[in-house]
């Protein structure tokens, strides 16, 4: 069956970087892209881009232009999220989706939990 | 960015009853909009793609209408196991965009 498997929790300290891995199986993974979503605790859901698959090509919400980097390795169908310099506010659960064209969301992974603490 | 506004933000219902939550954009977005539904401490799960088609799997009394700036989701006959927060999603225009939510407490 088609599912996303995301890494375990981090704990990480302000200023430092976090990288979450979104491990693709059932389908053809360069076939789509993935898009990544967080939310942070008690709050709503937060688009905060999307890589295609198929060449790389990315789009990032522009609040986190410059600390965030997505990337996918084709070879184990594994995308993977980098979000840099971590502040308290980036606390949150962080959830991969898969995502054809940058429109619906329909597979998700189990969400990865970030918190961010001296 | 375009903005998403769902109302209500809250509402209690009863089995059986028919709920409508409305998800209004700042902007025209056409047909781009989705509903997913989230259950506590559960990922948030697609049910309706593109205003008013139905994803695989999802049950019948979920249906959605709307185009332009005013879309709707219509859930028929509520079920006790449809308490949870649901989110309208823009695909229209970076970034993409959620409302708010609106959380179903059942009676």
């Known amino acids: 069956q088609v599912q996303l498997v995301q890494s375990g929790a981090e704990v990480k300290k302000p200023g430092a970087s976090v990288k979450v891995s979104c491990k693709a199986s059932?389908?053809?993974?360069?076939?789509?892209?993935i898009s990544w979503v967080r939310q942070a605790p008690g709050q709503g859901l937060e688009w905060m881009g999307w890589?295609?698959?198929?060449?790389?090509?990315?789009n990032y919400a522009q609040k986190l232009q410059g600390r965030v980097t997505m990337t996918t390795d084709t070879s184990t169908s594994t995308a993977y999220m980098e979000l840099r310099s971590l502040r308290s506010d980036d606390t949150a659960v962080y959830y991969c989706?898969?995502?054809?064209?940058?429109?619906?969301?329909?597979?998700w992974g189990q969400g990865t939990t970030v918190t961010v603490s001296s | 960015e375009i903005v998403l506004t769902q109302s209500p933000d809250f509402q209690s219902v009863t089995p059986k009853e028919k709920v409508t939550i409305t998800c209004r954009a700042s902007?025209?977005?056409?047909?781009?909009l989705h509903w997913y539904q989230q259950k506590p401490d559960q990922s948030p799960k697609l049910l309706i793609k593109?205003?008013?088609q139905s994803f695989s799997g999802v049950p019948s009394r979920f249906s959605g209408s709307g185009s332009g700036t005013d879309f709707t989701l219509t859930i028929n006959s509520l079920e006790a196991e449809d308490a949870a927060t649901y989110y309208c999603?823009?695909?229209?225009?970076?970034?993409?965009?959620f409302g708010q939510g609106t959380k179903l407490e059942i009676k």
């Open positions: 989706a898969r995502d054809q064209v940058l429109a619906f969301m329909d597979v």
């Open positions: 059932g389908y053809t993974f360069t076939s789509y892209g």
């Open positions: 890589i295609s698959a198929y060449n790389g090509n990315t």
């Open positions: 902007q025209s977005i056409g047909s781009s």
């Open positions: 593109y205003a008013s």
């Open positions: 999603h823009q695909s229209s225009s970076l970034p993409h965009t």
